[in-house]
């Protein structure tokens, strides 16, 4: 965590030299103009319609935040000469909430996959209103409660959050005057054309395969989890912004995930010889997620002067005028909450308490899920809303239905605070009013939460989600499924060894911070080891080369590393991002065929 600090503060310190223009606004700015508003409510249609596809057909979604920002140009900068970044966040912002809502299109695809299983009974198929309807109060929730973390995250932690540092200096750049700003614009814009042609070259169904997407190497089950390399300079850009150590822990991850737990498996017979990496994931996802969440809360516990802190200096940064206000955050929490529960009941059926109980067991699932995203780049809502599935089957059993549910709204309303906290890094490094960040956000999230609840039954009529030959079968909805499908079985389904795996990771991830607070660098982050066992080990891998490339050529010359490999990755990671935004725009209107 210390290093993660460090690095990001160096960057700051890059970013907001004189030759990229000052972090104050010009007196007299209107950042929350109206059309900043208009074209953010535009950016938000195209990239909540978009970001579906891409999640289905991925499994993940990449960094959205830096393409909004590049659409927010095209949209504010081509048409008007007063251009500035601080509309441009605005606009960005939008996007990023709007896509952020879209990203829980893997709970519909895994109610799809339940409904198609010969093993249990689901029969729950949500219409486009009733998603809409319920996607828009759980996300908007999801917002409120984001706000007064921001203070504690952002600005006294100082957190990562790579993909918001990407987005601030890409707005930086795109608003940039001088020699020095043209130099990092054309690092970025360099790092962005080859991201994008690296995609198009491996990307099959849409051109010539002109390079192996991913290079297995080693064993039969090496092969099967696909350890090797991903040729995606997003994820090498991502590992160049994270840092080398929180890399380092991704790697150990990624070992013990995917080469030494499957032999293990196999060993002892949890596996069958004929295993798939599906398999193996069910598995080891309790251990990394006992790490992660232990981990998290263990450093709450740490920082919790730190965390009182915030909150004593929060009605002060109210008075101020930046802020959102309490009072607001307050009677919004209290009237999306009731009428999340409301829908819930009407139009679910779930059951008043078990809302209730989602609604509380999120905010732990947002504190620790945030950390982790500021410190890997990596949100891990979706892995650890598998833990609040099997909570729910502890409370629950056997309704399969109100698990999904229930675990679903847990996840709807952390993973919006996900946005939120990328566009409040962003605004922090070009000065931003987190007021106007968080208005956006929530005009936003009602558009997302309309294209994903429109958009899905279009792409799973069109590409199909269940079966062999399903165009978008989401990995990330196949473990859902599959989790409700051995909860329906009851906890003595659970794969052997799992529980106890569980407890063991979380003792480590408590130990592991304790030392981590006392300096000690050789250390590996809990959360960093967490995500690394979750994670595709390919793109573990390259994120690693990103961070070995950073560092040799920080030795080799500081002074043009801290001037343009901020913006270099930042085009790594855009680029790739642009073009898979692009491309399901293109297949829906029928322009290219998957």
């Known amino acids: 965590m210390a290093h993660a600090t460090q690095k990001v503060d160096l960057k700051a310190v890059v970013v907001e030299r004189p030759a990229h223009g000052p972090r104050d606004k010009p007196a007299g700015l209107r950042e929350f103009s109206p059309r900043a508003i208009l074209c953010g409510l535009g ?7 978009s970001y579906p596809y891409v999640v289905l057909k991925l499994g993940f979604g990449p960094n959205v935040s830096v393409v909004a920002a590049f659409f927010g140009y095209l949209a504010l900068g081509i048409v008007f000469k007063d251009y500035n970044r601080w509309e441009n966040n605005i606009v960005q912002t939008a996007g990023t909430a709007a896509a952020q809502t879209a990203f829980m299109c893997v709970l519909l695809a895994a109610f799809d996959m339940l409904a198609a299983s010969d093993t249990v009974s689901f029969n729950l198929i949500l219409t486009p209103l009733q ?10 929730l999801g917002v409120l409660l984001a706000v007064p973390m921001r203070q504690h995250f952002v600005v006294d932690e100082k957190l990562t959050y790579a993909d918001g540092l990407a987005a601030g200096e890409t707005l930086i750049v795109l608003d940039g005057r001088g020699t020095q700003a043209r130099a990092a614009a054309w690092a970025l814009a360099g790092g962005a054309i080859a991201s994008a042609a690296v995609m198009l070259m491996t990307e099959d169904a849409y051109v010539l395969k002109w390079f192996p997407s991913v290079l297995l190497v080693g064993t039969a089950v090496t092969m099967t989890t696909g350890v090797g ?33 499957p032999y293990a498996l196999l060993h002892y017979g949890v596996l069958a010889e004929r295993f798939t990496k599906n398999d193996v994931l069910l598995w080891v996802m309790w251990p990394a997620t006992g790490l992660m969440v232990s981990g998290g809360l263990a ?7 730190i965390l009182v802190k915030t909150f004593r200096n929060l009605s002060t940064a109210s008075v101020s005028g930046e802020d959102f206000p309490l009072k607001w955050v307050g009677v919004g929490v209290a009237v999306t909450g009731v009428a999340l529960i409301v829908v819930q009941k009407v139009s679910l059926g779930l059951d008043i308490w078990m809302t209730v109980v989602a609604i509380l067991l999120s905010l732990p699932l947002m504190l620790v899920g945030l950390r982790v995203l500021g410190e890997t780049n990596w949100g891990p809502i979706s892995a650890m809303s598998n833990l609040m599935q099997g909570i729910f089957g502890v409370l629950a059993p056997g309704q399969m239905a109100a698990n999904m549910i229930a675990s679903g709204t847990t996840g709807t309303i952390a993973v919006e605070s996900e946005a939120l906290m990328q566009d409040y890094k962003a605004g922090d490094m070009i000065g931003s009013s987190p007021k106007y960040l968080t208005m956006m956000q929530l005009l936003a999230t009602p558009v997302g939460a309309a ?23 989401s990995p990330t909805s196949r473990r859902w499924a599959g989790f409700a499908e051995i909860l329906s079985k009851g906890l003595s389904a659970l794969p052997p060894g799992a529980v106890t795996a569980l407890v063991i990771f979380s003792i ?26 979750l994670v595709p080990a390919a793109v573990i891998f390259v994120m690693f080369l990103g961070a070995v490339a950073d560092r040799i050529w920080w030795k080799a010359d500081r002074r043009s590393n801290e001037l343009y490999m901020t913006p270099l990755a930042s085009g790594l990671i855009a680029g790739e991002a642009i073009i898979a935004v692009v491309i399901p725009l293109l297949a829906v209107l029928g322009l290219v065929h998957p």
């Open 451 to 473: 294209a994903v609840s429109w958009m899905y039954p279009l792409l799973r009529n069109t590409y199909g989600i269940v079966g062999e030959n399903a165009g978008l079968a």
């Open 229 to 261: 390399i991903n040729w995606s300079l997003l994820s090498l850009g991502s590992g160049m912004l994270v840092g080398l150590r929180i890399n380092i822990s991704m790697l150990v991850g990624m070992v013990i995930s995917w080469i030494v737990a």
């Open 43 to 49: 950016v938000a249609v195209v990239m909540g319609a």
């Open 508 to 533: 480590l991830g408590v130990i592991f911070t304790v030392l981590e607070g006392r300096k000690k660098k050789w250390v590996p982050s809990p959360t960093g080891v967490g995500i690394g066992m």
């Open 299 to 305: 450093a709450l516990v740490l920082r919790w002067s």
């Open 131 to 140: 998603s809409f309807v319920w996607l828009t109060t759980a996300g908007l």
